[in-house]
C-alpha cells in the first residue's frame, strides 16, 4: 500500500468533499459528476484530476480500470427529500443515485464507503427500507458500518449545517474506526467568517456588523436546478441570515465599499447583501478555489457542496483505520 490512499469520487459536485479527502492524504483516481458546470469547476482548481461528466446511474466501472483498485469510494449525493416528500415521484431521482452506489461498490470493492446527506436519511423512519437495503447490500459484500450526524460548525464551518453519514469499512479494519472528534472548541460566527472581507473594500463599519453577527450562519441551500435566481434559500434560511442583518433576497456583486452607510434598520430591504464568493467562505472552500460559471450556478454548487473540513475530519479517520493492522476475520460458525 502506498502513502497516500486512493479514492472514487461520484456525484462531486464543486469538489467540495473531494478537496477535504485530498488535504486528508488521499488521490482520487476518478471523480465524476453530470453536471459540465461542476465539471468545469473541478477542472479549473485541479486540471491534473481525472473528471469524468456522466451520470452516475449510466457508468459503467470496467470501461474505467483505473476505479477497480482503490481504498474509498465516496459520494456526497444530491439531497433525499424531506420525511414528508418520501414517495413522491420528485423524490425518485435522489433514491435511484443511493442505489446506483451501492451496485457500484459491488463492481468496485472499495475498502471502505463514505456516502454524505441529509440527517433524514440516518434517522427518519420514512428512509428505513432505505437504509435496511443499504446494509443488507453491504453486510453481503464483508463491510461493516456505522451511521451518524455531524454538525458542519464543529469542525470550523461557519453554519448549522447537520450531516447525515454512513461510513462502511471491510472487516478486517472496522474495529479501528473511530468517527471524528470535533476539531474547535468554540463555533465560527458568521460576522468572524465574513469580518476580513466584509472590509475588504474599506467600508467603515464593518467590525461593528460583524460583531452583531455573533453566531453561526444557517444551512447554505442551493437550490434545485428549477428554481429561480441566486439567493440563500427558503423562507426560513432567509429570515435568519436577517436577524444577523444580511438581506439574503439576492447576492451583492461586491462588498460594501467606503461609502455605504449601514442603516441598522429592521428592513431586511435596507440590509447588506453578501456575495457569493462570501459563501464559498461560510462552505470554507480553500481560498484559491475558483467557483464557475454565472452567479445562480456559480451558488448552487457552493451551496449544494460539502464543506472541505467535514471531509478532510472524515478522510483522516478512514484513513487512520485503513492504515491500521487488518484483523483477521473470524468465520462465523455454521
Request: charged share 20%; with cysteine.
Amino acid at each position: 500500500m502506498t502513502d497516500r490512499l486512493t479514492f472514487v469520487d461520484v456525484c462531486s459536485g464543486a469538489g467540495g468533499l473531494a478537496s477535504g479527502l485530498e488535504s486528508a492524504g488521499f488521490t482520487p483516481m476518478l471523480l465524476l459528476d453530470n453536471k459540465p458546470q461542476a465539471c468545469e469547476t473541478i477542472r479549473a482548481n485541479r486540471p491534473d484530476w481525472n473528471v469524468l461528466c456522466e451520470d452516475l446511474v449510466d457508468f459503467l466501472p470496467e470501461k474505467h480500470p483505473e476505479t477497480l483498485d482503490v481504498d474509498l469510494l465516496s459520494a456526497g449525493l444530491p439531497r433525499v427529500k424531506s420525511s414528508a416528500a418520501v414517495g413522491r415521484s420528485d423524490s425518485d431521482p435522489e433514491l435511484r443515485l443511493i442505489a446506483a452506489t451501492i451496485w457500484l461498490v459491488h463492481a468496485v470493492q472499495p475498502r471502505a464507503l463514505l456516502l454524505e446527506n441529509l440527517p433524514a436519511l440516518v434517522e427518519s423512519p420514512a428512509y428505513l427500507e432505505t437504509r435496511e437495503f443499504i446494509e443488507a447490500e453491504l453486510t453481503h459484500l464483508g463491510y461493516r458500518l456505522r451511521w451518524f450526524v455531524l454538525n458542519a460548525a464543529d469542525f470550523g464551518v461557519p453554519q448549522e449545517r447537520l450531516q447525515g453519514v454512513l461510513v462502511a469499512i471491510k472487516e478486517p479494519w472496522f474495529d479501528s474506526f473511530v468517527r471524528p472528534a470535533p476539531t474547535v472548541s468554540e463555533h465560527v460566527s458568521l460576522g468572524d467568517a465574513l469580518r476580513c472581507s466584509m472590509s475588504a473594500r474599506g467600508w467603515p463599519e464593518a467590525d461593528v456588523w460583524a460583531d452583531q453577527a455573533w453566531a453561526v450562519a444557517p444551512t447554505l441551500v442551493g437550490g434545485s436546478d428549477n428554481r429561480g435566481g441566486a439567493d440563500v434559500g427558503p423562507t426560513g434560511t432567509k429570515k435568519a441570515f436577517a436577524r444577523m442583518g444580511v438581506n439574503g433576497n439576492a447576492f451583492a456583486d461586491e462588498v460594501p465599499g467606503p461609502d455605504y452607510v449601514w442603516p441598522r434598520s429592521d428592513d431586511v430591504s435596507e440590509m447588506p447583501k453578501i456575495t457569493v464568493d462570501q459563501t464559498a467562505v461560510l462552505q470554507r472552500f480553500p481560498p484559491d478555489w475558483e467557483i464557475t460559471g454565472q452567479k445562480t450556478a456559480r451558488y448552487r454548487q457552493i451551496g449544494h457542496a460539502t464543506p472541505p473540513p467535514v471531509g478532510r475530519a472524515l478522510g483522516e479517520t478512514i484513513a487512520a483505520a485503513l492504515r491500521s493492522p487488518a484483523r483477521p476475520v473470524v468465520a462465523s460458525r455454521p
